[in-house]
């Protein structure tokens, strides 16, 4: 069971998720799945990698949701000539006109921020797209042979364009398995799409409340991760990341005909603290294979590479993920 003080901390954690979810439908019609997943990254200390065609408020939702927390946001709209320059920072020379005496000051780029949005990532070269990685493993950046540690709780959400791919340069694999989830926007259902026309031609704007403060992030990393997962549930997510390689001897049949590349380590790392994560948003205090199968496609999804075959026939990560969730039994628990 659980400490009083954890306890506590659960209840807390479930009013302010339904506070963020609240404060959030004042401005984001539906995508209640995504919201959830977002929610679930930020609660474990991940990053998500957001994926939409144009025109489904991924901005606006990354936006609104650092007003709720009330966290220091920045943007950066990547462009084919952005500098890692102008993501970390730069080293700029500074005299004293009094004393003549010159010195080297650091400003500070847009990643020292709590909530980084990096909109249409793939659309800068992997050079600029590395300058994220060390800032998104470590916490820190460096420049001029100086490390600089970030504010935590440091949260990197990327956009990206499935549909216009002229221009730009796609996400290296080391890149892409920093983010804990690959998050996918739909349209939306006709009724809802009916409201969101109504809703942002009108003249009203609503007024959003501060649902949750960094420090309380921060806090809630921790809880997350000290919520308890079975033997088999770790085995279960370990089965699940080994299954997507095509060469290993157990791998499924259709893994070897469609996938090129599968899922490493870090995969099973995800799906453990995604599961702790949604348990917990669930006022449970134990993560369930149920958990580890719900958050799969997003942990999965853009870490597992399909080949010319699966193109061939159609076939995307998506389906190839859905398959193995159903394909990969659950080990039983011990007595």
């Known amino acids: 069971m659980p400490a009083t003080e954890e306890v506590q901390a659960i209840e807390e954690l479930m009013k302010s998720q339904e506070s963020i979810v609240e404060q959030l439908k004042k401005v984001i019609i539906g995508q209640e799945e995504v919201i959830n997943q977002m929610l679930m990254a930020l609660f474990a200390g991940g990053h998500c990698l957001v994926e939409g065609v144009p025109g489904l408020a991924k901005t606006l939702m ?8 009330n966290l220091k946001f920045k943007r950066i709209q990547f462009t084919p000539d952005l500098m890692p320059a102008d993501i970390i920072g730069t080293d700029v020379l500074e005299e004293d006109r009094t004393t003549g005496q010159r010195t080297i000051r650091f400003i500070q780029g847009p990643i020292f921020a ?17 300058a994220l990685l060390e800032a998104m493993q470590e916490h820190n950046v460096t ?11 440091f949260f990197v ?26 998050i996918v926007i739909d349209y939306p259902a006709e009724e809802e799409e009916v409201n969101i026309i109504s809703a942002t031609t ?14 309380a992030i921060v806090s809630l990393h921790q809880i997350v ?13 370990v089965k699940l990341a080994r299954a997507t390689r095509p060469k290993e001897k157990d791998a499924p049949d259709f893994i070897q005909q469609w996938v ?19 348990a917990i948003l669930r006022g449970r205090y134990n993560a369930s294979c149920e958990d580890v199968k719900a958050v799969a496609p997003a942990v999965l999804r853009h870490r597992v590479l399909t080949n010319f075959h699966a193109e061939a026939e159609g076939v995307d990560t ?12 659950e080990p039983a628990a011990k007595m």
């Open 62 to 69: 990354i936006k609104t949701l650092a007003e709720i927390l």
């Open 114 to 130: 709590n909530i980084l949005l990096a909109d249409e990532i793939n659309r800068t070269p992997p050079k600029t797209q590395a």
């Open 143 to 153: 420049a001029g042979g100086e490390e600089y540690k970030l504010t935590e709780p």
């Open 157 to 182: 959400l990327a956009t990206q364009n499935p549909i216009e791919q002229e221009g730009t340069y796609p996400l290296p694999e080391a890149q892409l398995d920093r983010f804990m989830f690959k």
């Open 202 to 215: 009108g003249a009203d704007e609503p007024e959003l409340e501060t649902a949750l403060s960094g420090e």
């Open 225 to 237: 991760r000290r919520v308890p997962a079975a033997d088999n549930v770790v085995q279960y997510a």
């Open 260 to 278: 090129r590349w599968g899922a490493g380590p870090r995969a099973g790392q995800y799906l453990i603290l995604g599961a702790k994560s949604r």
């Open 318 to 329: 998506d389906t190839v993920v859905q398959r193995l969730v159903e394909t990969v039994q």
